[in-house]
C-alpha cells in the first residue's frame, strides 16, 4: 500500500513541478488577447471567430509603424509585427490583416517580410 502512495505523491509532485512549463503566460492584460494558434489558423482556413480583411499588395508591403516586431535568426530574417489594434484601418499596408468579431475589433497583421516597420512612437514625433 505505501508504493502507491508513493506513486500517486511522485506523479503529484511532478505535475505540480512541470505545471508552470506547459502554461501559456500572456504579457498582454486585455481580454481580447488573440494566441498564435488562432492566428495561424485563420491564415488557413475561414474561422467562426475571425473576418478576414484581404488586400492587394501594395508597394513596398509594410505597415507604417510597428512597436513589436519579432524577427527568426536566419538570412535573411523573416520578421512579424505582434501588434494589436483596434482601427482596421491600420491594415491599409498590410497584405493580410485578421480582425477579431468582438467591438471595437482587434486586428493583426500576418505579413511576414524582411524587416520590421519603425517602432511607432518614432513615426508619431516626426
Same mark, same amino acid.
Request: one cysteine or more; charged letters at 20%.
Given at each position: ?20 512549463? +506547459? ?47 519579432? !524577427?527568426?535568426? +536566419? ?21 493580410? !490583416?485578421? !480582425? ?8 493583426? !497583421? ?6 520590421? +516597420? ?9
Amino acid at each position: 500500500m505505501a508504493s502507491k502512495k508513493a506513486v500517486v505523491m511522485t506523479v503529484a509532485v511532478l505535475a505540480v513541478l512541470l505545471l508552470p512549463l +506547459s502554461a501559456t503566460v500572456s504579457a498582454r492584460t486585455d481580454a481580447h488577447v488573440l494566441d498564435l494558434f488562432d492566428l495561424l489558423s485563420a491564415r488557413n482556413h475561414a474561422s467562426d471567430n475571425f473576418v478576414r480583411v484581404v488586400r492587394g499588395k501594395n508597394e513596398g508591403n509594410m505597415m507604417a509603424c510597428c512597436d513589436a516586431c519579432y !524577427c527568426t535568426k +536566419s538570412m535573411p530574417p523573416k520578421c512579424m509585427c505582434a501588434d494589436m489594434f483596434s482601427d482596421p484601418h491600420r491594415c491599409e499596408g498590410c497584405d493580410l !490583416c485578421v !480582425c477579431t468579431m468582438s467591438y471595437p475589433p482587434q486586428c493583426k !497583421c500576418l505579413d511576414v517580410t524582411d524587416c520590421c +516597420s519603425p517602432p511607432c512612437s518614432d513615426v508619431a514625433t516626426n
